[in-house]
């Protein structure tokens, strides 16, 4: 029941706690999972017998496939027991290889694929499985019949403004769902940098997405003070635009990180956006609307340390101070005793 139900077209999967009670009316349809409005509720509980039934199934299937060539009922059959499988366990990379097979002998629709990938990736439990991330976009590249060299994992800059909209949009979900994201904030540097590319081969109509995926990014930042992963996005996204600027009337990052600690400077994560953003000096304006609390003030010595320090390897090495500083992570942030 749960692998037809899985079939339909759906925009999100969520998984239910607990039993079926209270969540279904045994009338209904779709008995005993919950569908409503395309967005299909599966009880915790159900799902974890239909793993325990799925899973032996699954290997004793793919032991048949290593002896001979599947038919397509096994082929079909080997699709649905898989998308159990990854509904429970979504860092079950077996499976998410056999899915990759049967892309590739046509018994799956790659396009089809791709939306069950959104499905899986609008559930809180999904939303943060690298495995995942690297599943759409070999799917992108297959769908673009562009494949990816060995070792490679990018996405492909024929795929279209539209395409990469609603890579924007999935791993908006995925942020939203599971915070601080890392692998959907990567998955969207993934799909910047096709944009980036497309727009330096003379594609005009993506510059607008270039613009809105900066605004709401720096939208995101303002509601999620404490989302680094989003800040190191949003400073790497505009280190790759191009010349002409696409992101008229948006605060570049420094002035963006600034703007938020004079309200947030007891959040170290946006003091370690200004020190990623570019360049210092114009601290001494912080002061005067910066917290007296000694977590503060410990942020603030330790983001001067870090200048000076970044200042002086950088006199020794090539003569001059530097007009911007890379942030290297959190290793780069002397530790200062208060």
């Not at 403004?161 to 904030?185: I, S």
């Not at 992101?247 to 370690?272: F, N, Q």
């Amino acid at each position: 029941m749960l692998t037809s139900t899985l079939s339909l077209i759906r925009q999100s999967i969520e998984i239910l706690p607990g039993e079926i009670d209270g969540w279904v009316p045994q009338s209904t349809p779709t008995y005993p999972f919950l569908f409503v409005e395309r967005n299909l509720g599966v009880p915790q509980k159900v799902l974890y017998k239909a793993y325990a039934v799925a899973v032996p199934a699954y290997f004793g299937l793919r032991k048949e496939f290593r002896k001979s060539a599947p038919s397509l009922q096994q082929s079909n059959l080997l699709d649905r027991l898989t998308r159990v499988v990854l509904l429970a366990n979504s860092a079950h990379q077996t499976a998410l290889n056999s899915r990759k097979r049967l892309v590739q002998n046509q018994t799956i629709d790659p396009h089809w694929e791709l939306n069950f990938s959104a499905s899986l990736l609008s559930c809180r439990e999904c939303a943060k499985e690298s495995i995942l991330w690297h599943h759409r976009r070999w799917l992108l590249g297959v769908i673009h019949e562009v494949p990816p060299a060995a070792g490679s994992d990018t996405i492909p800059e024929t795929v279209s403004p539209d395409a990469l909209e609603a890579e924007f949009a999935c791993a908006f979900t995925a942020c939203d769902l599971y915070p601080r994201n890392y692998h959907a904030w990567a998955h969207r540097r993934y799909c910047a940098k096709a944009l980036v590319a497309s727009l330096q081969s003379e594609v005009p109509s993506n510059s607008g997405v270039l613009a809105n995926e900066y605004r709401r990014t720096l939208k995101w930042i303002e509601f999620h003070v404490s989302d680094y992963s989003a800040m190191n996005y949003a400073i790497n996204f505009e280190k790759m635009l191009p010349g002409e600027n696409p992101t008229e009337g948006c605060l570049p990052t420094k002035e963006h990180a600034t703007s938020l600690l004079r309200s947030y400077s007891d959040h170290e994560s946006l003091w370690m956006y200004l020190r990623g953003s570019g360049t210092f000096g114009d601290e001494k304006e912080l002061i005067p609307s910066m917290k007296e609390t000694s977590s503060v003030r410990q942020f603030f010595l330790r983001h001067i340390v870090w200048w000076k320090i970044s200042v002086s390897f950088s006199v020794a090495s090539t003569g001059q101070a530097p007009e911007t500083v890379k942030l290297a992570g959190r290793s780069g942030c002397p530790k200062v005793a208060t």
